[in-house]
């Protein structure tokens, strides 16, 4: 019997040793063939998640932000230890002991699943798990992918620390409301960095990642505030809150952004605008979208935001100006439902929720509650009605539209306002319109091609297409400087006589017959009055002189145009470009004749801090010097390609400098230091144009319908474009001075009249004489001895004019729909459209 029972005793063992160890084979096998094709684990050591890329002002303010996963990645020294301790204590408490896995946890977690028939299923991954899970396995729940996981957790736990593999996790896990890592979550609920949590706010993170949209601090507040008590719970039961910590947290309401307890991150940001989603549109270009929006670049704009404010409130005064000249209202064209305006709350909450321009400054979204006859009454978004500001607009604001309260408004209407303030006291609200004529501005440096200001439309939010980059029109006179540039390159003199008289030129369309803007003829005058008073029939015959190929290698050659065709018409500027191309091309004639490549953007450097763009690479030869003379800017090398002669330059510039001290921008821009520039209209007023410049800064304008359309008899660059590059000038040269224009070596001065061209001795004086600079090895000609006519012959009995009488017919003073005073130029009833620029 006791052999019987050894026996039985023996077989049971040997039986047990045998099923133990077939089952050990059979793991080792299931481990092994799951553990040939793994994803290499090693790769985390490496791990570069998307990150958000940044652009900051030259002064390292952040003004805009993109991302398609928002996560801000935190060094694991970088994060606290409260933030640790509390995912920790939600997620894996045996983190540091374990080694990758948790066999207890596994085991409790699979009694649980058993005790309950499978209705509760405990997770029991460890951080290391989720870590492979979440890098390299994916989500699906497969007991394939738990093996994987496993033999992995092991792994990365042999090549990383666990600091490490904490690091990797809390910078990758989703937190909810599009926040990813625990850096960008503490932004998004809090407005908070990482040190600034309290430690009810870091339970309220770690108790996200089991589903965030379970635990939202607004809509599932209870849940959400259970959740993170249960993490307190944890965190003080594994020692780390004392009692009086862990009781204050767990008394503390949850408080967050989304509640509005906290102002949002974002509104500590500018609203995004023409000049930041332009350097998107570049870069994505350049790097490629993923990079650009993953790739947590640093990027450095050359904005100037005291300019770039400026040139948004020009270029909205130039248009509005326009607009409310019309006298039509027009409105938002959204309402709110007339019952909800009975109660206040009601209103404001329809009001927010109403998707209007709010990016004007000074603006403010209102709808109207009450229309009187002499008053109307409206709700003003952020504003309450007092006595002291009452929210009314008065009959006297509506004077420059047609009609009367009653006819242009109806409760419910949305608007916008803004406060008429004098002397301090607010006078009234006045009701203000997104106007339908759009427009661009840009200016930039100079010497570096730095762009400082750049407007693209009148609001970004009612319109992102930029006008200053992406809308090719014609440019029409604003073109002419590039003909002339060539000519004096081919050999010809500001002195050149050329003749003004009628042309017909035969054209696959029948007969053109290009004429000036007043209609008139000038007969012979020298290149600079040509350019001065934007003669179109003296342009078009120096243009066909020296041939339209040469014209379109300059045009090409100062980037105005990839491809310019080389029809006579384009000498008037009828092919279409974008102001973004001319403004960077009248940098060229501002800085002597070098080439600049215009640019949104410094520098741009990658996650690492490693610099991988770098605009300007002019060297400064002299920056390192402590001895330099009082007053002198150190010696700055530049290499950049030469596009003009320097004097023809300096004379093109010489001549610009006429057009806005005697030509057509004479009446519009005034400032204290020596300005160049040209502008341009295009036939029927379709776009308007001025470009200008000082020796340190170029800027231009342009304006026009979206869909191009006649502007009217009074719509000029000069009365248009030239106040509002004014206005702006007025601060930059305040901010950034200007000088003389830099005379190049190799010429010398002559005084000649302006009129005929003939010379004068060097003591003459008068209106009509100029200094115009030759250059040293040519012979000029004065006078009627040479005189261009481009081929084509000059009639005789010509009605021309005599020196000294405007180009213009004089404005006329008419009385417009409300009464107010206006005066209109001449008709322009000549020409074609594609007969490009009048003057």
């Known amino acids: 019997m006791v052999r019987f029972l050894l026996s039985f005793i023996g077989a049971v063992f040997s039986l047990l040793t045998v099923g133990v160890l077939a089952v050990a084979l059979m793991v080792g096998a299931l481990f092994w063939m799951y553990a040939r094709d793994l994803p290499d684990h090693e790769d985390l050591a490496s791990y570069a998640p998307k990150t958000i890329s940044r652009i900051y002002t030259g002064e390292g303010r952040i003004i805009d932000e993109f991302a398609v996963e928002r996560r801000l990645y935190a060094p694991a020294d970088e994060i606290p230890d409260l933030v640790k301790q509390a995912f920790i204590s939600a997620e894996d408490k045996n983190f540091y002991t374990h080694p990758g896995f948790d066999a207890r946890g596994i085991i409790a977690a699979g009694i649980e699943a058993i005790r309950t028939r499978g209705e509760t299923v405990r997770g ?54 599009n926040s990813y890592g625990v850096a960008a979550a503490a932004q998004t609920y809090f407005n908070k960095t990482l040190g600034e949590l309290r430690p009810e706010e870091a339970a309220y993170l770690a108790a996200l990642p089991k589903a965030p949209s379970n635990y939202h601090p607004v809509r599932q507040t209870e849940r959400a505030v259970e959740r993170r008590n249960f993490v307190l719970r944890e965190m003080f039961e594994n020692g780390y809150l004392d009692r009086t910590v862990f009781d204050a947290a767990l008394a503390a309401p949850l408080r967050t952004v989304q509640n509005g307890d906290y102002t949002p991150y974002r509104d500590s940001l500018p609203p995004r605008d023409y000049f930041t989603d332009e350097i998107r549109r570049q870069l994505s270009e350049n790097f490629g979208e993923e990079e650009f929006f993953g790739g947590g670049l640093t990027i450095r704009a050359t904005l100037d935001r005291e300019l770039q404010a400026e040139a948004a409130r020009a270029l909205r005064e130039g248009l509005e100006s326009y607009d409310r000249g019309l006298g039509i209202w027009r409105g938002t064209g959204k309402t709110i439902d007339p019952a909800l305006l009975e109660r206040e709350a009601d209103w404001r909450e329809a009001l927010a929720a109403t998707e209007v321009s709010r990016d004007v ?11 009187g006859t002499q008053q109307m009454r409206v709700g003003i978004e952020g504003v309450r009605d007092t006595a002291e500001d009452p929210s009314i607009v008065p009959r006297s604001d509506i004077a420059w539209m047609r009609g009367s309260f009653q006819d242009n408004f109806k409760s419910g209407d949305v608007v916008h306002v803004r406060r008429l303030i004098s002397d301090g006291q607010v006078l009234n609200w ?65 002195a050149t006589i050329v003749i003004d008289a009628p042309i017909e030129v035969k054209t696959g369309a029948g007969i053109w017959r290009p004429k000036n803007a007043s209609n008139r003829f000038y007969g012979p005058a020298p290149l600079r009055t040509g350019i001065e008073r934007s003669r179109n029939l ?90 330099l003379p009082a007053g002198r800017a150190p010696a700055i090398v530049s290499e950049r390609e030469r596009v003009m002669n320097a004097i023809t330059a300096y004379q093109l510039t010489s001549m610009m400098r006429g057009v806005v001290e005697r030509g057509t921008a004479s009446k519009v821009i005034n400032l204290p230091v020596p300005t160049a520039g040209k502008t341009g209209t295009t036939n029927d007023a379709k776009d308007v144009w001025f470009i200008g410049f000082t020796s340190n800064i170029v800027a231009g304008c342009y304006m026009g319908y979206d869909q191009p359309r006649p ?72 006078g009627l001895a040479a005189v261009i006519d481009g081929g084509f012959a000059m009639g005789a009995n010509l009605p021309l004019f005599k020196p000294g009488e405007g180009d213009e017919e004089a404005p006329v003073e008419v009385t417009t729909s409300s009464g107010r005073k206006a005066r209109v130029g001449p008709k322009a009833n000549f020409g074609s459209l594609s007969s490009g620029g009048l003057y």
């Open 124 to 177: 029991a991954s460890t951080i290391t798990q989720q870590v492979m899970k979440n890098f390299l396995l994916g989500g699906e729940r497969t007991g394939e992918r738990k093996v994987k996981e496993l033999i992995l957790a092991t792994r990365i736990e042999k090549t990383l620390s666990k600091e490490k593999i904490l690091e990797l996790y809390l910078n990758e896990i989703f937190l909810g409301q």
């Open 361 to 371: 400054e000074g603006w403010y979204p209102a709808v109207v509650l009450k229309v």
């Open 430 to 494: 006045s009701l203000r319109q997104v106007p339908r004529i759009q427009g661009g501005f840009v200016a930039m440096d100079v010497n570096t091609g730095r762009v400082l200001a750049m407007q693209g439309g009148f609001s970004y939010q009612y319109s992102v297409f930029n006008r200053a980059t992406q809308a090719t029109r014609q440019p029409g006179s604003s073109f002419k400087p590039f003909v002339y540039a060539a000519a004096l390159d081919s050999g010809f003199t500001p």
């Open 538 to 627: 003296m342009t078009v015959r120096l243009a066909q002189e020296i041939g339209m190929e040469t014209v379109a290698g300059y045009a090409e050659r100062f980037g105005v145009y990839d491809r310019m065709q080389p029809f006579l018409a384009n000498a008037l500027g009828s092919q279409e470009t974008t102001l973004y191309r001319m403004v960077a091309a009248y940098a060229m004639f501002a800085n002597g004749g070098e080439r600049v490549a215009p640019t949104l953007v410094d520098r741009v450097q990658d996650r690492w801090g490693k610099t991988i763009y770098r605009h300007d690479i002019r060297r400064c030869t002299e920056c390192t010097r402590n001895d």
């Open 711 to 782: 502007l009217g008899r009074s719509a000029f660059g000069s009365s248009m474009c030239g106040p509002v590059f004014n206005d702006f000038m007025k601060l930059a040269v305040k901010k950034y001075g200007g000088g003389p224009f830099e005379v190049p070596p190799g010429g010398y001065f002559i005084k000649i009249d302006r009129y005929s061209g003939a010379r004068l001795p060097d003591n003459a004086s008068g209106p009509n004489v100029v200094a115009e600079y030759f250059r040293n090895d040519s012979v000029p000609v004065f």
